[in-house]
DNA sequence: GTATGTGACTCAGAAATTTGTAC
DNA sequence: CGTACAAATTTCTGAGTCACATA
């Protein structure tokens, strides 16, 4: 989880800013108060013209006519100017470092064909494809009984058959695969008719949270040293102080930001006199308790079978009680059923918070949400919850507040849910009624280019290239609160270089920015002409750390998709481009003569297309040129035994002709199926070794996850006799069990 | 009306854990 | 059989998106 990205060689290390202590003071006054400073700016902007355009001999004259902003940065920026400044000397010193950065390819769009324009027709209605008339009986009381046997089913689902064999005997150990599961029929909640009113559910019942354990003092023996000399200290700040120690190796204890937070939370949980005594976190020595904790989890590892199963039980059993609900007469899992444990906030990127203290989350934080019919959880003896309430306009079953940002967290239902389900594929259903109107909205963005109005013409150019790079949103974030990335409409100017030339190829826009996750988009496209020359006049007489699109947010730009189709927001677009570029990718380099390695390494690339697009990266594995070393000394033995094989089978041929014997001849088909073996399992090896290199540092699991209709993949699958598992794990195809039975091999995005 | 804040939900990669496999 | 290690899977929780409430 924690953003740590410093080992990846293609990404930006942020590093900690090192001299900006003092910044949280006051952050809310300043961060209310820059706020009101930039609007008001870009209200001030709005009503001047660009008469400012001095040295400028652009050719395109139109823009004279239209208003632009006067170049004045806004206020609020100024104030961090001087930070921003900082970060970009570092940024562009990890640039030239890091040329070899990661480039996304160029987008592979592909345009569908068919483009007829449809009315936005209203589309929130849930209306199914398939009707089957399925009624859904809403009788909450029933839900119980008649939910009693499903226990068992739902925890070990059936899996492949190869699994099973595994599990030849079928005890019925508890925490153990049962070998023998009924199939018991799974429920198909996508045959049946789907709320319409905003309304989630009719019942819900569940057993609320698991708590975080309880801290356990150290024993005594492991001592904390101040200043060279052993300390005792109260259990809270004890506790507190154990969270750096087991973080003692990582990267970040190391960081002034992270440092500084936590030794001012870790003071908030001292006694008077430690708080007068522990004045410096220098002085601090948690080695001892380190190494205490490292060494339990040695001993945790080395713990006998017996131990270990014990454990599973354990947590087996918790599951079983905590781990599912009742939701509308069917038993589903629960997501995250076990509340944040407390520890130290890790933030990702160059977080400001990172090292703050996340507190225990105790049951009077605690709201509960169930049905006012069911059996409320119980909160722990002597305790009571924050609220029980019974909202069913909404999903979750519990939800508090975080401390570190004030946040609400929640837990949900799995994603093999309805609840999630259904909501999954409507997703996918919104971005098939994009398909359908895209090259209209195409159409409209580029005549957008050349709008009289500055508003419009960011909007248009923002636009393209969320729809051409699939680019986030982009929402304005809290400045301090945040580590500082950026999406499409909060691109600053210092986020894009334009060349009107760059290696043969005509307007190219290099983008270099930090988006989710910290994680660096770094890409070089060509763009049209018009696009080119609409940012040279977004940038004029811009500081870089003005916005690149300065009347344009996010909001500004969901409500005109609005009006351009129901239920169409920037984001749509992602998903959108993310499974026609799947579809076509899948079209373009399946070879229906291969096999099926082959066929699913062709697969892999069509996914890789998708998450090079989508910017999906990964830290490249540290045990990565080792197991690529691995795998190349199995290929060379491999390769080696098939040279024997072969020359067997000649030996064996010219045996044959001598001998011309039934039992030579046999010899020679036997050779020659070894040889056809080896040859087989070499390539196997060799796609497999090109599959790992190429996804070096590319995660495919986001966008399989999150952005490709799963219909395409099912349809891929049964179109070329691949088995379903070769490309979903049993987890996923719990979540697109919905596709999996719904789509044949004719289906089409 | 607009700007801002809040809530609910999706999506994100790393870390932890489990499983598979070669010896 | 165990053992060691690598690969696969699961868990974890932070970081976005986006609608809507509120001032």
Same mark, same amino acid.
């Given at each position: 989880m924690s953003g740590d990205h410093s080992h990846n060689e293609d990404q930006i290390d942020c590093g900690s800013r090192v001299n900006d202590s003092h910044k949280h003071k006051d952050k809310y006054k300043e961060k209310e108060h820059k706020h009101k400073d930039h609007k008001k700016d870009k209200e001030r902007d709005r009503s001047k013209h660009g008469n400012s355009d001095h040295k400028h001999k652009d050719k395109e004259r139109e823009k004279d006519k239209m208003k632009h902003k006067d170049g004045s940065a806004d206020k609020y920026k100024d104030k961090h100017k001087e930070k921003r400044k900082e970060e970009k000397i570092k940024l562009e010193d990890g640039k030239v470092k890091k040329e070899n950065g990661f480039a996304s390819p160029q987008h592979v769009k592909s345009e569908p064909e068919d483009d007829f324009y449809l009315p936005p027709k209203h589309e929130k209605s849930l209306k199914r494809e398939r009707d089957d008339d399925v009624d859904y009986d809403i009788k909450p009381k029933k839900i119980k009984t008649q939910n009693d046997k499903k226990p068992k089913k739902r925890k070990l689902e059936e899996d492949t058959k190869s699994k099973k064999t595994k599990n030849k005997k079928g005890e019925v150990t508890e925490g153990k695969k049962k070998a023998k599961n009924e199939p018991e029929d799974k429920w198909k909640w996508w045959e049946e008719e789907r709320y319409t009113d905003g309304v989630k559910w009719k019942f819900l019942e569940h057993k609320g949270p698991v708590f975080a354990p309880q801290y356990e003092p150290l024993p005594s023996h492991v001592k904390f040293y101040y200043d060279g000399k052993p300390m005792k200290l109260s259990p809270e700040a004890e506790e507190v102080a154990t969270f750096f120690a087991k973080m003692l190796d990582h990267e970040y204890t190391t960081k002034d930001i992270f440092r500084k937070n936590f030794f001012k939370d870790w003071r908030k949980e001292m006694s008077t006199d430690e708080k007068a005594k522990i004045t410096d976190l220098k002085k601090c020595n948690f080695t001892e308790m380190s190494e205490y904790f490292k060494a339990q989890s040695e001993a945790r590892k080395a713990m006998s079978k017996e131990e270990k199963l014990k454990i599973k039980a354990e947590n087996e059993r918790i599951l079983q009680e905590y781990g599912f609900c009742i939701m509308d007469n069917h038993k589903e899992r629960i997501a995250n059923f076990r509340i944040e444990p407390p520890g130290l906030f890790r933030g990702r990127g160059d977080h400001p918070k990172m090292g703050m203290l996340k507190r225990r989350i105790r049951p009077q934080d605690i709201i509960i949400n169930c049905s006012k019919d069911s059996k409320y959880p119980e909160p722990p003896p002597g305790t009571k919850w924050k609220e029980v309430r019974h909202d069913n306009?909404?999903?979750?079953l519990v939800s508090w507040t975080e401390n570190i940002q004030g946040s609400i967290k929640y837990i949900m239902l799995n994603p093999s849910s309805r609840i999630k389900g259904e909501k999954d594929w409507q997703k996918y259903e919104t971005a098939r009624r994009l398909k359908k109107c895209v090259d209209r909205i195409r159409n409209q963005y580029r005549e957008d280019f050349k709008s009289k109005e500055m508003k419009i013409r960011q909007r248009a150019v923002a636009l393209y290239f969320i729809d051409k790079l699939a680019l986030r949103a982009g929402n304005e974030k809290e400045e301090g609160e945040t580590a500082d990335t950026v999406g499409c409409c909060s !691109?600053?100017?210092?986020?894009i270089n334009l060349h009107p030339e760059n290696e043969g190829q005509e307007y190219v826009v290099e983008f270099d920015f930090l988006g989710k996750d910290s994680i660096r988009y770094y890409n070089k496209v060509p763009v049209e002409k018009r696009v080119f020359k609409n940012l040279q006049l977004f940038m004029e007489n811009k500081e870089p750390d003005d916005d690149l699109f300065d009347r344009l947010n996010t909001s500004i730009l969901n409500k005109h998709l609005q009006e351009l189709m129901d239920g169409l927001t920037a984001k749509v677009f992602r998903t959108y481009n993310a499974s026609i570029t799947l579809q076509q990718q899948l079209k373009e380099l399946t070879n229906a003569d291969e096999n099926v390695p082959a066929k699913i390494l062709s697969y892999n690339r069509a996914n890789r297309a998708v998450a090079i697009l989508c910017n999906?990266?990964?830290?490249?594995?540290?045990?990565f040129e080792k197991s690529m070393q691995n795998l190349q000394t199995k290929i060379d033995a491999k390769r080696d035994q098939l040279s024997d094989a072969r020359r067997e089978l000649k030996s064996a041929k010219a045996d044959a002709k001598i001998r011309k014997d039934e039992k030579s001849r046999k010899a020679v088909e036997t050779k020659k199926k070894a040889v056809q073996r080896i040859e087989e399992q070499l390539m196997k090896l060799e796609v497999q070794a090109t599959d790992r290199e190429e996804n070096?540092?590319?995660? !495919?699991g986001t966008s399989k996850l999150n952005? !490709?209709?799963?219909r395409i993949s099912v349809a891929w699958c049964k179109k070329n006799g691949i088995p379903v598992e070769k490309i979903y794990n049993k987890t996923q195809r719990e979540k697109f069990a919905w596709a999996i039975d719904m789509a044949d091999e004719d289906y089409e995005f």
């Open positions: 306009k909404v999903t979750w !691109l600053r100017v210092e986020h999906h990266q990964r830290a490249p594995p540290k045990t070096k540092q590319i995660a !495919l952005y !490709l209709d799963p």
